[in-house]
Each structure stands twice: as C-alpha cells, then as structure tokens.
C-alpha cells in the first residue's frame, strides 16, 4: 500500500519512523515528497497499523490525515 499522511513534516525524523513502520513490515520506507512536504510510506499494514507506528514514533496523526494512493500494481512480477 502506498499512503500519503500530511502533517507538518519540519522535524520529522524520518529514521524513527522508518524503524517504527519496519516492526510490522520489514521492507517499508517513508521518505518526505519535496513538492508539497507530506509524508510518503510504502509498506504492507493496514491503515490502522500505520496511525500506531506513527504514534510509536513519536508523530500521532488522525485517520482523516491519511489518505491511501490507488495500486499502481501492474501484477506483471506476481500475477
């Protein structure tokens, strides 16, 4: 699943969360989108999951700042 979260990314400690987010699934990744400063996080959870290890992290968000990209999942590699 891919997610974008908004919240105020000054700050954000992108390590924390990336151990944080790797508890639950250990080839997840987050990085910051340049242009207009959300968080981006690539990773197996469901979006609950995600709101904890968020919080874990030290950055709770609500439900309502998450929002879940559509696949762009060909299902060339896995059918």
Do not use: F, K, N
């Not at 250990?26 to 990773?43: K, M």
């Amino acid at each position: 699943m891919e997610y974008v979260v908004r919240l105020d990314t000054a700050g954000l400690d992108l390590g924390r969360i990336g151990r944080s987010l790797q508890e639950i699934d250990p080839a997840a990744v987050a990085d910051i989108d340049p242009l207009d400063r959300t968080l981006r996080v690539s990773a197996t959870m469901l979006d609950r999951e995600l709101l904890e290890a968020l919080a874990q992290a030290g950055h709770p968000v609500g439900s309502a700042q998450v929002e879940r990209m559509p696949s762009i999942c060909c299902g060339g590699c896995s059918g």
